[in-house]
């Protein structure tokens, strides 16, 4: 059980870096893009934004999280990733609609495609559990 709850937190922290690198990011861009200055300026770009840095927290935490839950022996990788990507997918896709800082508009059919991969994430799942190791 531990090892799923690490997937899970794994999973949330992955959408959230991503959620706010796009955050971080659009302010950069206003202010002129990320290697407007050169390399050195987009180091200090990225450095002297909180939002980036949160991110990147949120990324070296999901990948500690992600390898604690792949050193289980009964949590196989074909099943760890397909939760980890789909519903990684399907948060940030929820987040990116409905957060007023990012405002995304998704169409009917993005949400068609958004269920469609859930739905593969829960075949892969069920499948996973039935077949024998």
Known sequence: MKYWAALVLALSLNATANLLMKMGMNTVQEAGGLFRGGAVSAVKAVLTSTTLMIGLFCFAANAALYMFALQSKTLKISLAYPIMVGGG??????????????????????????????AGVVVIATQAQATPT
């Open 89 to 118: 997918f399907a948060l940030i896709a929820l987040v990116a609609r409905f957060h007023p800082m990012l405002a995304e508009r998704l169409t009917w059919g993005q949400w068609v495609g958004v269920a469609m991969v859930l």
